[in-house]
């Protein structure tokens, strides 16, 4: 979608601080990042939001976006102190971009509940 930030990232029509790419799926991080580590995981192909993924073809698109996350997670040294995986959805879920993302939050003890 041309009108889309994260199509346009991939796209690479906007510079982002990539971080690792697959024929599925992006990982970049956040312009505004909540933790010392805060990066975003894309799909490739434009989906709005996890609610978009109840089928055979977006359980592939969000399998392989969840594996990025958790590759990346690793690669940046996550895996053994532990990290969190979020996906805003919807405007109750607090999402402000339309294109499914994965927010992997790693470098310091996240709190819970979430606000
Ligand atoms: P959410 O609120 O869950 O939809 O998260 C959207 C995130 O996207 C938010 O943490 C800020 C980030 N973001 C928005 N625009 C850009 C951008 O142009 N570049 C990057 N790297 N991150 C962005």
């Not at 930030?5 to 510079?15: K, L, N, S, W």
């Not at 971080?19 to 490739?44: C, E, G, K, S, W």
């Not at 192909?45 to 109840?54: C, E, F, I, Q």
């Amino acid at each position: 979608m041309s009108d889309c930030i994260f199509c346009r990232i991939v796209a690479g029509e906007i510079p982002a601080k990539e971080i690792a790419r697959t024929a599925d799926a992006v990982a970049f991080h956040d312009l505004n990042p909540q933790a010392p580590v805060h990066v975003l995981v894309v799909p490739a192909t434009h989906v709005a939001n996890a609610a978009g993924t109840d089928t055979d073809a977006g359980e592939r698109i969000m399998g392989r976006t969840v594996r990025l996350a958790v590759q990346v997670a690793k690669e940046l040294g996550l895996a053994e102190s532990g990290y969190r995986l979020v996906m805003n959805t919807g405007a109750d879920g607090g999402q402000s971009v339309g294109h499914l993302h994965v927010h992997l939050l790693g470098g310091r003890r996240m709190t819970w509940p979430p606000g």
